[in-house]
């Protein structure tokens, strides 16, 4: 297993090199899509990303005018459709100044007067215990240093009877060397864990396990897929090129079918478990 994990500042800086990538592949938004048809390449890689935050906001189980926290917002695309769509007041947050910027750039774009971005260590939270009505992770707690710790200051902040829900990529056996070589450097990871690593850990911060829904067919498959036919596109590489320079994005065309099959050996889930009601 590698000895040293990224710190927040290595992760900020990671997502702020890799901005153009992503919004050359994936529109900026920084999550896997969901397809409900894996087989339907009609559907772009954009339309299933907000097919999957739709997904998401229906597992947070919030009432207009409440409030939710982002962990790990990314360019802020899942927490301004949660804020126009759920009619909720939204605080993303990231280590990533451009990352921050551009979520507030595109929340202004949206007109989505609800949502606000911040720089902030999901490690440390600097809000009141119970000042949220729901919290979610999509797709950011392979970064987190200590998964736990994330978890508990979640479960700090929501009120109780509010609902967290962590979309991510979990382990289906243990990672060999090799792999996490590949995969780990490659997107900054800290640590993948498995299904049992994570309802462990919520229930040692005291959270109840509500469900968990397995969206690996869905997601990763066809994810791949899709970011490879970008990656293929010579306007794409381009544009990466004029960035990154032609060494970097030829590393990035010949290293993908490596990650795509290491990814492929994983499962991908939507976790959701509540902060139990006082007195329970």
Request: charged share 15%; glycine share 8%; hydrophobic share 40%.
């Amino acid at each position: 297993m590698p000895v040293n994990k990224p710190t927040p500042s290595q992760i900020g800086q990671y997502y702020d090199s890799m901005a153009a990538f992503y919004q050359t592949l994936w529109n900026d938004s920084l999550h896997f899509g969901f397809w409900d048809d894996p087989t339907d390449t009609s559907v772009s890689i954009a339309e299933a990303q907000q097919n999957f935050t739709d997904l998401m906001i229906s597992h947070l189980s919030v009432q207009p005018g409440q409030r939710v926290l982002d962990v790990g917002c990314g360019t802020g695309r899942p927490g301004i459709q949660l804020s126009l769509k759920a009619g909720v007041f939204v605080t993303g947050i990231t280590v990533s100044q451009s990352q921050r910027t551009t979520a507030l750039e595109n929340a202004k774009a949206a007109g989505a007067s609800n949502a606000t971005f911040e720089l902030v260590n999901a490690m440390s939270l600097p809000y009141a215990d119970n000042s949220f009505d729901a919290a979610w992770a999509f797709e950011s707690f392979f970064h987190m240093p200590s998964r736990i710790q994330v978890l508990r200051e979640m479960a700090r902040v929501v009120k109780p009877g509010g609902n967290i829900v962590i979309a991510d990529f979990v382990t289906t056996r243990p990672m060999t060397q090799e792999e996490i070589d590949i995969v780990y450097p490659a997107f900054a990871v800290a640590d993948i864990g498995s299904y049992s690593d994570y309802i462990g850990e919520m229930k040692a911060v005291g959270l109840q396990y509500l469900t968990c829904r397995d969206v690996t067919i869905n997601t990763i498959h066809p994810s791949n897929v899709a970011t490879l036919a970008a990656l293929q596109k010579k306007e794409n590489q381009d544009i990466l090129i004029s960035v990154y320079g032609e060494e970097m994005v030829s590393g990035m065309l010949g290293g993908w079918s490596a990650i795509q099959t290491i990814n492929e050996t994983l499962s991908y889930i939507v976790l959701t478990a509540t902060k139990p009601p006082r007195g329970i």
